[in-house]
């Protein structure tokens, strides 16, 4: 099983790139969740300069997000810098647009947006429309502007099956967040590999799973500070979609639903408000806060993240990997340096 790291977006990472690659770590991500975290395209180039094998992606970006023309510039942009290791996300945005109180983007809009960047990323041109108006559009420069000999690597963000289907037609790979359940995987996959199969589309790209992981001491406690630490900011943003979307915090238990409540509240704010945005997302996928440990549920850590001894990581990451997953994706919060050695110990 490959591994990678995520991030945040922020001056210095870089540097954690870097030894991403020194450690022989497969790929390194940043988020686009632009009013929390920095500019992935700024991060990523930084990256790009300063390594030369380590995989680099954007986990995700999305129509919503960015013109059709401004992202194709920026991944083309990319891949001149670090030609055939950049990783193009895309997504809805559900995280990206809901922290600026916004929903996230249609299917069918995604579907345009996915396609459209594959073909101007590979030197083709497209039509590009504006209201009533539609044009062709293609880069009207070329090397060292923009690199097509080798190809960008594309990926779809799916939480569920239409996004997966998505990814079928366009043959991209696939990208979910926190789920673990090898069943749900199997479902994702299933539903690409039926929509590839209805438009004749080769199924061949990667799957990837991103979550948080905390390798066990001996006799150490699996729900103790430490692991609430490292995993708690998976725990938070699952707390945060459900106090921000009702209709989805109605389907939890109880316990879950109790923790959404005081996470409301502890933000003084109420799931109707209109600008509860504001208070839910703050340090949205920062470490969390001690005060706040309490919310890191064991339920939802069990569900969500990877916690456990070295032998019960293994296994699990086995029984994924069994399920079709290529790579799973960590992100590092208390010690990332620290952090990034032990993922390299456990998966080499």
């Known amino acids: 099983m490959r591994t990678g790291i995520v991030v945040a977006a922020r001056p210095g990472v870089e540097e954690l790139a870097v030894r991403a690659e020194e450690l022989g770590l497969s790929s390194f991500w940043v988020y ?3 009013m929390v975290h920095g500019d992935p395209f700024t991060a990523l180039a930084l990256c790009a300069k300063a390594t030369s094998r380590i995989r680099l992606g954007i986990g995700v970006t999305s129509p919503a997000l960015r013109s059709i023309p401004a992202a194709a510039s920026g991944f083309a942009s990319l891949n001149a810098l670090a030609p055939g290791r ?3 996300g895309v997504g809805t945005g559900n995280s990206s647009r809901r922290t600026l109180g916004m929903p996230p983007t249609t299917a069918a809009e995604l579907e345009t947006f996915t396609a459209s960047l594959q073909e101007l990323c590979a030197g083709r041109s497209i039509s590009y429309r504006e209201g009533d108006r539609v044009r062709d559009i293609r880069f009207l420069h070329g090397a060292p502007h923009q690199h097509s000999a ?38 994702l996959r299933g539903a690409r590999r039926e929509a590839a199969e209805a438009a004749g589309v080769p199924v061949d790209g990667e799957t990837y799973l991103m979550t948080s992981l905390y390798l066990l001491g001996e006799g150490e406690d699996p729900y103790g500070d430490s692991a609430r630490g490292a995993t708690g900011h998976t725990v938070l943003s699952f707390l945060a979609f459900a106090a921000d979307k009702p209709s989805f915090a109605e389907v939890l238990g ?23 945005y504001q208070a839910l997302y703050t340090n949205y996928l920062g470490r969390v806060a001690p005060a706040d440990r309490d919310l890191v549920l064991p339920s939802l850590m069990d569900r969500l993240t990877l916690v456990g001894t070295r032998d019960d990581l293994l296994a699990r990451v086995a029984a994924m990997e069994a399920a079709g997953i290529d790579e799973i994706v960590i992100q590092p919060v208390v010690d990332p340096p620290a952090e990034m050695a032990e993922i390299a110990k456990l998966t080499a």
Do not use: N, Y
């Open 254 to 276: 109880a316990e879950e639903r109790e923790a959404v409540r005081r996470l409301l509240d502890r933000r003084g704010t109420t799931a109707t408000m209109p600008d509860r």
């Open 32 to 34: 686009d969740t632009p």
């Open 86 to 88: 950049i990783i193009c």
């Open 150 to 187: 080798d190809p960008i690597e594309f990926v779809v963000a799916a939480q569920g099956l239409k996004a997966a289907a998505i990814a079928g037609r366009r043959g991209t790979g696939l990208l979910s967040f926190a789920i673990l359940d090898p069943a749900a995987w199997h479902a």
